[in-house]
């Protein structure tokens, strides 16, 4: 008789890059990440069977958007608040979360 104790897991792996402002919350914790397949034999990872498309992930909202998503909030959001550092419009006199004068 014989048993194979294994499987497929995955694993969320970061892409070696700075992490940038998230959209979401305002916080420095928007990582490029994507998430991989391995083979496990005995929940040991033996190698890996399948490398997932990358996408940015928040740690602190767990917001999760495409890379293409990110290019099109950069350009329709340029300014940061400097109390809160969150995300505004350029048009905006003071910032709609902290209430902060932009100018």
């Given at each position: 008789?014989?048993?194979f104790i294994?499987?497929?897991t995955s694993k969320v792996k970061k892409?070696?890059?700075p992490p940038e402002i998230c959209p979401g919350c305002g916080h420095s914790s928007l990582y490029r990440v994507r998430i991989d397949h391995y083979l496990n034999l005995f929940f040991i990872p033996l190698f890996p069977v399948k490398?997932?498309?990358p996408f940015r992930l928040c740690e602190k909202c767990g917001l999760e958007m495409p890379d293409e998503a990110l290019s099109q909030f950069?350009?329709?959001f340029t300014g940061f608040c400097p109390g809160c550092g969150r995300t505004v419009r350029p048009e905006y006199r003071f910032c709609p979360f902290c209430g902060r004068s932009l100018n």
């Open positions: 008789m014989f048993f294994g499987g497929i892409v070696a890059e490398k997932g498309k950069e350009r329709s």
